[in-house]
Every structure is written in structure tokens, then in C-alpha cells.
């Protein structure tokens, strides 16, 4: 360990320094090892964290703000620190005799003591304090308007009453919540992420935490909430038209790449579904970013006819170890050691239900049969889907060696219909394709070659993968995106 201590008000810039504190038992069993070593002829500078006079008989450095154990990032005492400089060059935690003969450069200490002995947690380390400390010694100030709220308001019924929320409960984002959740990054808190539609405004990583507190995340899960952001915020993706189309369209977040696992997320049994904290809190942070920043609120700017639960959160990881196939964003053109984000305007999921199947012909097929119907089994090429397939389904592919170019090859081609039974009208029905579309050509495709995608999720028992739709339009109005998490 390292840190500069130049900006601390230190005791001593060279010789031995100890954080103790009276509530220690550890503590006070090296009070003759602090006799000792104070006897020496370097200097040492005893920090006591509780009591001013502790240990007794000694010139004691009483830390009551605790900004001398906070700049040492002190998590145990006693802790025994080499000061060189300004610098630490060396410390030992909790007592441990050898270690602490290592730092002070002394043989023989503490005689007749154990060899060992555990410390105890820092006061650094409680929950209140800790926020307070970071808060107060964070090289930023939050920029964001203070609400203050009563003495009798309850912070999440003002939050409701604000318009804040998504319908469900949020976290208070206390500066001290806010401080920490910008632990997980290292932009600072006023760079600006984007311009956000649909009311243009300045989205900065600040705003982003807010937001991520709000949903419930943790600090690790903010570089993930950034990037999708950032990519929501792009012309192609069109976070604006999704917001404001009377279709159900929500955005579609999948995780690839180191990240997800080092994050917790789950890209295996109820994947899609509740019961994970990244994957519920991520997507629930982009979409309250969205409603917060961007301006996008039910009734407002977002029409929605019925909308989705997935308007709601929608995130999930690639189960990039179990697939028998590459992940999406090494498809679309990163390395398998870049964590990505991909956006996806969709909703669903959708059921695909096939436990009979045992060739990849007959499973392409059924997949075929229920993309179809997407949007209307007489719309073409203005819709694209995510295919979520499962481990049942994907063991099919893999044992007939069956690459992802070629399920979507056999998919597609079961899906390029003749144009008169796509047609408006056909059949008795009036929704369809144009008729002027179907004369100029007698087959039609469901999808664009580039509307189609495969992932791989889900647990191991149930032989049902599911589709997420995309929004009507394709292309025109909204293009996946994938987009690299700065980690």
C-alpha cells in the first residue's frame, strides 16, 4: 500500500505512527509494545480514535473527527504504519509480532505476548461515520439542488409526491449515498455524459448516480448504468421516438464481457425475470435517468398505449460460458475481454415453446413459426427481435454444430413468404404490407439480414427460449447499439 499523505496534517512525516483506540482488547495488549517502541529513538505518534487519553501515560494524538485514521484508510485497529516522506511505506494490521517487527525495523518485540492477535474494526468503518468521511473529504462537490424536506416528511412519499419515481418505492439519494455511488467510477461527477432527449439537458455522471442510488444499485454497477446511457443518448439508438411511441417499446439492456460476473449479475435461471440486484437496478436506473433527466414521463412525452413491465427494468447478462456460440458483442465487432452494453428497443419476453424437438431443423423451424407473429404475421421488415436462447434448446445446436450465422440463415429463410399472403387484405384480414410493396416483388422477408439476433441465457431445465420483440419501425426509428463499459 501507498497513498500520498501530503494533504493530511500528520503528527510526524518520517518515523512510526499507531491508530488505536480504548474499545480495542488488541489495543490494549500492545500498550507495552507502544512503551517499547516509544522508548526507541524514532519517533512515534500514538492516534487514538475514541478517548483522549488512551493509551494512558502516553502523548496521544485523540483523531475525534477521525480524518487522520480516514486519510490512512485505517479498517483495523491497531494498525502500525511506516511513515517515510509524507508516505506510507509499510503497515501491519491487528498485532502480529513478526509484522510489527517488520515495520518498526526492532527484533524481540513484545515479550510474552501471543504471536497473533486479531484487531478490531476501525471506527472508520461504521456505516454513519463512513458516509460522513467520505462525504466531507471527497475532492468533489455534488452540484445538484438541495431539496430539503420536513422533519415529519417521510423521504419516500416526498419522492412519490415529486414525481421522481417509476411507481415503485426509491432510495433516498442522500449526498452521502450519492458520494459513495460515485466511488464505482473514476469520471468526476460534473463530466457530461450526453445531451439527453427528449428535453436535451446535460446528463453528468452526478446525475447518473443520482439516479443509480435511486434505483437501488450498488457503486460497482455504475459504469454499466453509464454506458447505457450514453448509448441511449445517440441518434441511432433514438431513446426519444422509444419514449414517445404509443407501442410498448422500452429499452433492452444485455451485458457481455468480464463485468458480469465480477458484478454479480445472472445470466441463468430466471435471467429475465426478478430476483437479481444488478440486473432489476441497472435497467431500473437508465429508465429513471430517462424519466429524471430526460424528461420522459407517462402522460408527458411517453404515450405509450399499454406499454411493459420492461419499461420498467429490463437487463439481463449473456450466459457467454454455457453458449455454444460467440457472445453478441463479439458479433457485433468488440474482443471477448471488452465489457460491453447493448441496447436494444424491445419488449417481451415473448414464449417460444418446443420440448419435442430434437433436430436444429425442426427447432429453427418452430423459432420461425412464433417470430412470425411478431407485431402481425402480415408485417415485414419493419421490426427486429432478440432470440433468447436457452440451454435446452441451445445443446440442439451445439450437438448438430450449428453456428449462430447458420440458425439465423434457416430462420430467415423459413420467414421469407410469398408477398400475397402478406399482403393487406389477404386472407380477410386488412392489416398487411402495402400493396404496391407486394407487386414489386413476390417474396417478402420478416426480418431485415441484420434484424435478427441470438443470445444465450437462461437456466439449465425448461425447454423454452423467448423472443423480445422489437419496435415497429426497425431500423428507421431505432438501431441496436452496443457500447463499451469504462470499468
Given amino acids: 500500500m501507498s497513498s500520498n499523505l501530503a494533504s493530511t496534517h500528520l503528527p510526524i512525516t518520517d518515523g ?8 480495542c482488547e488488541t489495543c490494549h495488549l500492545t500498550i507495552p509494545v507502544l512503551e517499547e517502541l516509544i522508548r526507541g529513538e524514532e519517533p512515534v505518534a500514538v492516534v487514538s480514535q475514541d478517548l483522549a487519553d488512551f493509551p494512558p501515560g502516553m502523548e496521544v494524538i485523540h483523531d475525534l473527527e477521525l480524518d487522520i485514521s480516514w486519510k490512512l484508510s485505517t479498517e483495523t485497529t491497531p494498525t502500525i504504519y511506516r511513515i ?32 497473533q492477535r486479531p484487531g478490531c474494526g476501525s471506527d472508520t468503518m461504521l456505516p454513519e461515520t463512513y458516509q460522513r468521511l467520505m462525504r466531507r473529504h471527497s475532492p468533489h462537490r455534488l452540484a445538484s439542488r438541495r431539496v430539503e424536506l420536513g ?25 452521502e449515498r450519492v458520494a459513495t455511488m460515485l466511488q464505482g467510477t473514476a469520471l468526476p461527477p460534473d463530466e457530461v455524459v450526453c445531451v439527453l432527449p427528449p428535453d436535451l439537458a446535460e446528463c453528468t455522471v452526478e446525475k447518473v448516480a443520482i439516479n443509480a442510488v435511486m434505483a437501488g444499485c450498488l457503486p460497482e454497477y455504475l459504469p454499466v448504468v453509464v454506458a447505457g446511457v450514453r448509448a441511449a443518448a ?36 430466471n435471467a429475465l425475470g426478478q430476483g437479481n440486484r444488478a440486473n432489476m437496478t441497472i435497467g431500473r436506473a437508465l429508465n429513471l435517468v430517462v424519466r429524471n433527466v430526460g ?11 399499454l406499454g411493459s413491465p420492461g419499461k420498467l427494468s429490463f437487463c439481463f447478462p449473456e450466459d457467454e460460458e454455457g453458449s455454444p456460440w460467440e457472445p453478441l458483442s463479439v458479433e457485433r465487432g468488440f474482443s471477448p475481454q471488452d465489457s460491453t452494453v447493448t441496447l436494444f428497443a424491445g419488449h417481451g419476453p415473448i414464449e417460444i415453446v418446443d420440448q419435442r424437438s430434437r433436430t436444429p431443423e425442426s427447432l429453427a423451424k418452430t423459432f420461425a413459426l412464433q417470430l ?25 445446436f451445439r450437438e448438430a454444430a450449428w453456428s449462430k450465422a447458420r440458425l439465423r440463415q434457416e430462420v430467415l429463410s423459413s420467414l421469407t413468404l410469398p408477398s400475397d399472403r402478406m ?32 443470445v444465450h441465457a437462461g437456466g439449465d431445465a425448461g425447454m423454452f427460449s423467448a423472443i423480445i420483440s422489437g419496435w415497429i419501425g426497425g431500423a428507421a426509428s431505432s438501431q441496436m447499439i452496443t457500447m463499451a463499459i469504462d470499468s
Fill in 234 to 269: 445517440t441518434s441511432r439508438f433514438n431513446i426519444h421516438g422509444i419514449s414517445a411511441t404509443t407501442y410498448f417499446t422500452g429499452p433492452v439492456l444485455v451485458v457481455n464481457g468480464p463485468i458480469r460476473p465480477r458484478i454479480g449479475m445472472n445470466s441463468g435461471i
Fill in 16 to 23: 512510526l505512527l499507531v491508530v488505536v483506540k480504548d474499545e
Fill in 295 to 305: 424528461g420522459a414521463r407517462p402522460g408527458g412525452v411517453d404515450r405509450a398505449a
Fill in 372 to 396: 412470425r407473429m411478431l407485431g402481425h404475421p402480415k408485417i415485414a421488415g419493419l421490426s427486429d427481435a432478440i432470440v433468447v436462447v436457452s440451454p435446452e434448446h441451445a445443446r440442439v
Fill in 423 to 454: 399482403v393487406a387484405g389477404a386472407d380477410g384480414v386488412a392489416e398487411g404490407m402495402p400493396p404496391h410493396l407486394a407487386a414489386a416483388r413476390p417474396r417478402m422477408s420478416k426480418f431485415a439480414p441484420d434484424g435478427l439476433w441470438f
Fill in 151 to 175: 422533519s415529519s416528511e417521510d423521504p419516500m412519499e416526498a419522492a412519490f409526491a415529486r414525481g421522481w419515481t417509476d411507481g415503485l418505492p426509491v432510495t433516498p439519494p442522500t449526498e
Fill in 84 to 115: 517515510r516522506n509524507g508516505e506510507v511505506v509499510d503497515q501491519q494490521e491487528g498485532w502480529l509480532r513478526s509484522g510489527w517487527e517488520r515495520v518498526a525495523a526492532v527484533n524481540d518485540l513484545g515479550a510474552g505476548l501471543p504471536d
